[in-house]
């Protein structure tokens, strides 16, 4: 089971901050350039209630296969995409991006994998290199992946005090750092977010994930074999 079970269409306030505002405008400005192409086959790695999945099939992907590990999340996504106009262009499937697995047809058949707060998932070198394979299994030759994942610094400490206590604490999302992760790689975190009270799940939403150190991420190398 995973945390996130717990959490389902709750996780959908999120998006109403002014913090989830300005992740959508920058996503929308880094993603659309590649949606503009005739035939887009898009993965959703870590879709969530699909709140990505219905603005990827918007704003031009051919097809959408949207994959999560949580039940819940899956049902809230499956929900939102039911009724809408996009219904036929979705595909939902349960799957665990540590344990790299061929989500299309054949290996390698997404020109474009999209992956928001997808990485954060790895806890250390082992598991990044598995989400990494999992990208690779299924990103055609010369495709994109295009993923929103934690900055990366050396002091974490000091980003996430900055962070927690200046402008940013006005979007509506604080962070927590205790945890440190072995090998001081980074932290595991608790993202914590306060819609504002109009909104009509108005209540503080948590979930957990990890922020590795940029220089434990500049270790990381893949060499992917050519299949
Ligand atoms: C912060 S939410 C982001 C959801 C969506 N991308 C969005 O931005 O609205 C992270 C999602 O990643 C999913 N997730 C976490 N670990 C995963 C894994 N190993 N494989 C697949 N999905 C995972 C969680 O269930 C959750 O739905």
């Known amino acids: 089971m995973s945390h996130y079970d717990t959490i389902g269409l709750k996780y959908n306030a999120v998006k109403s901050t002014p913090w989830g505002r300005l992740e959508l405008f920058n996503f929308k400005k880094h993603i659309q350039p590649f949606l503009s192409r005739p035939q887009t086959n898009v993965l959703d790695l870590g879709c969530g209630t699909g709140f990505y999945t219905e603005l990827l099939a918007e704003w031009g992907a051919t097809t959408v296969t949207a994959v999560d590990i949580s039940t819940a999340m899956l049902a809230g996504a499956n929900a939102r995409l039911r009724n809408s106009r996009y219904a036929s262009m979705v595909e939902f499937v349960q799957g665990d991006g540590l344990k790299p ?7 390698q058949s997404y020109d474009l994998i999209a992956g928001v707060w997808f990485l954060n998932y790895a806890k250390d070198y082992k598991e990044l290199v598995s989400m990494f394979l999992t990208i690779r299994k299924n990103l055609k030759q010369g495709g994109v992946f295009v993923g929103v994942c934690m900055h990366p610094v050396e002091d974490v400490c000091n980003f996430i005090a900055h962070h927690n206590s200046k402008v940013w604490a006005m979007t509506g999302l604080e962070d927590i750092y205790q945890d440190r992760l072995p090998d001081d790689a980074g932290f595991m975190f ?21 922020h590795l150190k940029k220089s434990f991420i500049a270790t990381f190398r893949i060499v992917f074999e050519v299949d």
């Open 101 to 107: 697995t061929v989500y299309g047809p054949k290996p």
């Open 190 to 210: 608790k993202a914590v977010f306060h819609p504002p009270k109009a909104v009509k799940f108005g209540h503080t939403i948590e979930f957990e994930a990890y």
